[in-house]
């Protein structure tokens, strides 16, 4: 067979197999689409399905077939990113500065510390610091994964619970809308490199400029025109960023933060996301799964997601529960807040994968790192909906 033919087989099973599981195992409770196509990606890479038919694997995963896939997946993510950018609305954060910067503050810095810990811990040993990263920059950036809370997942499972349009998911919101702008701030620190810091210090520069001309561009547009617009800026940032040594992704966010969601229609926003979700997330998940490594042994690398795990959960409800004695909540509220402040999936990926691309974090780490959001992930709803149902919150 050709290219073109391996790589719609590819294709197949990517959508094909997480689909099946996902539907016939009715596993939406505590497993939903988007977790079940991160765990397949896992298990169609190289670590399961290349050890068990490595002829197999060979032949479908040709270099060829890895590139193309790769292409989607990175536009995929930039998208993805962009749309979560556009997103963040900081003014209801801005109004309730107190309650939500002591919030926002303990539920980032407390699991950030933990897990910084936990990576002091792992590297004790070799096998957990990328080729390219001091080490400063490795627990950092471990420590960052723990504390980071996937906005647009939260957003789905929010959806899921039906409590995002109440004032508990709009606080929630606010909470990790904040936590998100900290998390590419500390991404770009970790980032910085000494020797390109010319370009990025013109990357900055000319993004400042460019941002406010854009925005004075996109007010007189029609909407339709903004979408096309919107993602001309999203490659030329993406391309800017990487250029500079940061990351595309960097790009990406910085793209969409500038924008102002009331230029968009908010069903239009949401069927896009869904859409990208349907379409070409399945693909970033599946490349995903094909940098994962367990060179140091399944069970090694299970104990340290296990470590990571206990870090950022742990972490995350320690310092919402610390947030809630402050501010006066009852004790379930700051227990079901902090477990839905926890979710990691798709924005812990994004950032382990950039820091696996500049070589701060080795294929083991982000496999532990992977399998850690995997499961931050699972747990959200099974603990939640019970509390919710009971109306403990």
């Given at each position: 067979?050709?290219?073109?033919?391996?790589?719609?087989?590819?294709?197949?099973?990517?959508?094909?197999?997480?689909?099946?599981?996902?539907?016939?195992?009715?596993?939406?409770?505590?497993?939903?689409?988007?977790?079940?196509?991160?765990?397949?990606?896992?298990?169609?890479?190289?670590?399961?399905?290349?050890?068990?038919?490595?002829?197999?694997?060979?032949?479908?995963?040709?270099?060829?077939?890895i590139g193309?896939?790769?292409?989607?997946?990175w536009?995929?993510v930039m998208l993805?990113?962009?749309?979560?950018g556009?997103?963040?609305?900081?003014?209801?954060?801005?109004?309730?500065?107190?309650?939500?910067?002591?919030?926002?503050?303990?539920?980032?810095?407390?699991?950030?510390?933990?897990?910084?810990?936990?990576a002091?811990?792992?590297?004790?040993?070799?096998?957990?610091?990328?080729?390219?990263?001091?080490?400063?920059?490795?627990?950092?950036?471990?420590?960052?994964?723990?504390?980071?809370?996937?906005?647009?997942?939260?957003?789905?499972?929010?959806?899921?619970?039906?409590?995002?349009?109440?004032?508990?998911?709009?606080?929630?919101?606010?909470?990790?809308?904040?936590?998100?702008?900290?998390?590419?701030?500390?991404l770009?620190?970790?980032?910085?490199?000494?020797?390109?810091?010319?370009?990025?210090?013109?990357?900055?520069?000319?993004?400042?400029?460019?941002?406010?001309?854009?925005?004075?561009?996109?007010?007189?547009?029609?909407?339709?025109?903004?979408?096309?617009?919107?993602?001309?800026w999203?490659?030329?940032?993406?391309?800017?960023?990487?250029?500079?040594?940061?990351?595309?992704?960097?790009?990406?966010?910085?793209?969409?933060?500038i924008?102002?969601?009331?230029?968009?229609?908010?069903?239009?926003?949401?069927?896009?996301r869904?859409?990208?979700?349907?379409?070409?997330?399945?693909?970033?998940?599946?490349?995903?799964?094909?940098?994962?490594?367990w060179?140091?042994?399944?069970?090694?690398?299970?104990?340290?997601?296990?470590?990571?795990?206990?870090?950022?959960?742990?972490?995350?409800?320690?310092?919402?529960?610390?947030?809630?004695?402050?501010?006066?909540?009852?004790?379930?509220?700051a227990?079901?807040?902090?477990?839905?402040?926890?979710?990691?999936?798709?924005?812990?990926?994004?950032?382990?994968?950039?820091?696996?691309?500049?070589?701060?974090?080795?294929?083991?780490?982000?496999?532990?790192?992977?399998?850690?959001?995997?499961?931050?992930?699972?747990?959200?709803?099974?603990?939640?909906?019970?509390?919710?149902?009971?109306?403990?919150?």
């Amino acid at each position: 067979m050709n290219t073109a033919e391996i790589f719609l087989i590819a294709i197949l099973i990517i959508f094909a197999a997480p689909y099946l599981v996902w539907r016939l195992g009715r596993t939406d409770y505590w497993a939903p689409l988007v977790v079940v196509q991160i765990v397949g990606g896992i298990i169609l890479g190289p670590g399961v399905l290349g050890a068990a038919f490595p002829a197999y694997y060979a032949y479908v995963f040709t270099p060829q077939v890895i590139g193309a896939l790769n292409g989607i997946a990175w536009w995929a993510v930039m998208l993805f990113v962009w749309v979560a950018g556009i997103e963040l609305d900081l003014r209801q954060a801005w109004t309730r500065r107190r309650e939500t910067g002591v919030t926002a503050g303990l539920a980032l810095a407390v699991p950030l510390v933990a897990g910084s810990l936990a990576a002091m811990i792992l590297l004790q040993w070799p096998g957990w610091a990328g080729v390219n990263g001091a080490r400063w920059q490795v627990v950092l950036g471990i420590g960052m994964a723990c504390a980071v809370t996937a906005l647009p997942i939260l957003i789905l499972l929010m959806e899921k619970l039906e409590i995002l349009r109440e004032p508990l998911g709009q606080r929630i919101l606010r909470y990790a809308s904040v936590d998100d702008i900290a998390i590419w701030g500390v991404l770009a620190v970790i980032l910085l490199d000494w020797e390109r810091m010319g370009r990025q210090l013109a990357f900055l520069a000319a993004f400042a400029v460019a941002a406010v001309l854009v925005r004075k561009l996109m007010r007189r547009l029609a909407e339709r025109d903004r979408w096309y617009v919107g993602l001309i800026w999203l490659a030329l940032c993406g391309f800017g960023a990487d250029w500079s040594g940061l990351h595309f992704m960097v790009g990406a966010f910085l793209s969409g933060a500038i924008l102002d969601a009331e230029w968009f229609d908010q069903r239009e926003m949401d069927g896009f996301r869904g859409n990208i979700l349907l379409a070409v997330m399945p693909v970033f998940f599946l490349s995903t799964g094909l940098r994962t490594s367990w060179e140091g042994g399944g069970l090694v690398v299970f104990g340290a997601a296990a470590l990571l795990l206990v870090a950022s959960v742990g972490g995350k409800l320690v310092g919402v529960g610390i947030a809630g004695r402050i501010l006066g909540w009852p004790k379930r509220e700051a227990w079901a807040i902090g477990w839905l402040l926890q979710t990691k999936a798709l924005i812990m990926i994004i950032f382990a994968n950039i820091l696996l691309d500049k070589g701060i974090i080795t294929s083991a780490t982000f496999t532990a790192l992977l399998l850690m959001a995997v499961a931050s992930t699972m747990l959200t709803i099974p603990v939640v909906s019970p509390m919710l149902r009971r109306g403990k919150v």
